[in-house]
């Protein structure tokens, strides 16, 4: 007992530490205050344009920063694969919205409904049409679940179907569909869409969670897995995806990949896929449904997005070192939105802001900016209760660990589990504040 106890409290502090370390790995810094009278709009108060607003408070004397955001309530979204698989309430990613803002910044609890990069100028729902010197673009992305015929989110909790992506009233019911699932055992299917997404590793760990869940309930030798997907790997880099793939054969998890998910027969408990052989269908006891995602309307009306890639979503048309719009200079995205390789985790936001912040600051001073992006994601890939693997890569598909030699990348870890537990909010929460 007393090897256990010790070695456990060395993990507690390693953690403690990690999270330290993680926190001051990009620390908002020291800088004189740069005075200004621009006017800055930031769409989005989302964890991008929140931790840009804490920051440029600090950086800009006299500017006047907006942020445009009707949602009250600031969704930690990191978490919502823990609330769906009942390992925290839903109230776990919730607070309020204008808690995490400064003074200073002020917000308009409206949807932006138009922009025009000509003019230079934001319109919102309610009409208000706000100047801008510079703007921000971070709104997130839309789950677009009309494209999934047979499905609405009133669906999530009943009859085997989970959707965790939706919020976190969504998480906690779908947590109640898969729970049914591991006590009674049948056919869980798991799937992704063919679209970029946030977080791409969320589905991998639904399906590692559900699956260790329902062993620890002794009912595995009931049930099956199948986990579908567009892709024709798990994972975007290589040596992750074949780990995966070691992982879901150890585990009794069959793949059938090139599968697009395109509709759900909610009776019949029958989803129906897309395949470059034509039409499959699979039958379910348990579907998880994570639907194509896309940028805004807003953004996709605006002339902002690409128009020779990813045409179909919309995402904002900018460099991919410096997120700055190709054709409109006074324009940066940030987050989700972007339309660049990687970068839809909030562990990419966080290397994100101060790109954007040194851009925008760079604009105003009238010199070339600094900082650059690399790509860096990082995804904590729980595999099962208690253990993840901390993977972090950057555009080139590198394996980018911040603590090589501590945290192997492709082990499954206690400590990398402690690092989602006790690093990774508290981190965000930081980043929130402008402080990571």
Known sequence: MTNLATTRRQFFTLAAGAAAAVTAAAPAGVFAQVTTSAKIVIIGAGAGGTALANRLVRRLNGAQITLIDPRVEHLYQPGLSLVAAGLKPASYVLSKTADWLPNGVS?????????DPEAKTVDTASGQKLPYDFLVVAPGLVLDHDAIEGFSLDMVGQNGIGALYAGPQYAAATWQAAKNFTETGGIGLFTRPETEMKCAGAPLKHTFLIDDIIRTAGNRGKAEFHYAAPQGSLFGVPIVAEKLRMLFGDRGISTAMKHTLKSIDAGAKRATFATPDGTAEMDYDYIHVIPPQRAPEVIRQSGLSWADKWADQGWVECDMATLQHLRYDTIWALGDVAGVPKGKTAASVKWQVPVVEDGLIAAIEGRAPTEVYNGYTSCPMITRVGRAMLIEFDYKNNLVPSFPGIIAPLE??????????????????A?????A
């Open 107 to 115: 917000l308009i609890a409206e949807a932006a409904a138009a922009i």
């Open 412 to 429: 499954e870890l206690w400590i990398s589990w402690l690092m989602k537990e006790v690093a990774l909010k508290a981190t965000y929460n």
């Open 431 to 435: 980043m929130l504040r402008g402080r």
